[in-house]
């Protein structure tokens, strides 16, 4: 089962949940989605991601976990506010390299405050031992 490509038509759409939908793949046109902040389509059979997610640039979660991915397009490291990314429980291959970020984090700009995140929901998203911290002055979660 797969969506309709007419789904890159909803250009103001930020989030959208597809989670336990037994969906095969997202056509390319998601990448026409670029206000689209949260993609949440776990437990679907899902083998792998359109490269044409890259150009959801305000994307700032995707949640795919318990599907079927193998892999993953290089070019989701060009969605760089990112914050939030769930693949567990996926059969990700070995061959499935480091993704490369545009930019280098200097670890030593980044700080903790030691606060759990325990009380913070964030709808479904597992936070046990996500910490808030800051980078270069800008919060953060860490886990």
């Keep these: 089962m797969s969506l309709p490509s007419e789904l890159g038509n909803l250009r103001k759409l930020t989030a959208l949940f597809l989670t336990d939908n037994m969906l095969e793949s997202l056509p390319n046109e998601i990448g026409h989605l670029t206000s689209l902040k949260r993609l949440q389509a776990s437990k679907n059979n ?6 044409e997610i890259a150009l959801c640039t305000d994307l700032e979660v995707i949640r795919m976990a318990v599907s079927k991915l193998t892999s993953l397009p290089p070019e989701i490291a060009l969605c760089t506010n990112l914050a939030w990314i769930a693949f567990s ?6 061959n499935v390299k480091p993704l490369q970020s545009p930019f280098q984090i ?4 980044i700080s903790v405050t030691g606060t759990n ?5 964030y709808s479904g998203a597992s936070n046990d031992g996500v910490l808030i911290g800051s980078y270069k002055g800008v919060p953060i979660a860490i886990k």
């Design 117 to 121: 995140l325990a009380s913070v929901d």
């Design 46 to 51: 899902f083998k792998s991601l359109p490269p």
């Design 106 to 109: 200097d670890k030593s700009e």
């Design 89 to 94: 429980s996926n059969p990700l291959s070995e």
